[in-house]
Nanobody, 113 residues
Framework: VQLVESGGGLVQPGGSLRLSCAASGFTFSGYAMRWYRQAPGKQRELVAAIDTSDTTNYADSVKGRFTISRDNAKNTAYLQMNSLKPEDTAVYYC????????WGQGTQVTVSS
């Protein structure tokens, strides 16, 4: 199992970014995918999840601003992040549970003026 995140960067408050998670080594369409984030000095937290039926769930802090999606043909999960705030600054990780949790290496998102 391999998960590779991309798309992070530096963005001004109010801006947008789209993160991608390229998956390999398992049947992508058969598993729920999740995005987590970890800010400096804080615990890793669940941001969004999408199941195999495209049902989604979000942390209250990102509802209405973030959208999780998946493209099973491309074995890729996405996190569209709009109206970004400084408190969204963190390393973002994608995750899949196959017996145990697998994690990508993470991608840094920094929201600052």
């Amino acid at each position: 199992v391999q998960l590779v995140e991309s798309g992070g960067g530096l963005v001004q408050p109010g801006g947008s970014l789209r993160l991608s998670c390229a998956a390999s080594g398992f049947t992508f369409s058969g598993y729920a995918m999740r995005w987590y984030r970890q800010a400096p000095g804080k615990q890793r937290e669940l941001v969004a999840a999408i199941d195999t039926s495209d049902t989604t769930n979000y942390a209250d802090s990102v509802k209405g601003r973030f959208t999780i999606s998946r493209d099973n043909a491309k074995n890729t999960a996405y996190l569209q992040m709009n109206s970004l705030k400084p408190e969204d600054t963190a390393v973002y990780y994608c995750n899949v549970l196959i017996g145990h949790f697998y994690w990508g290496q993470g991608t840094q998102v920094t929201v600052s003026s």
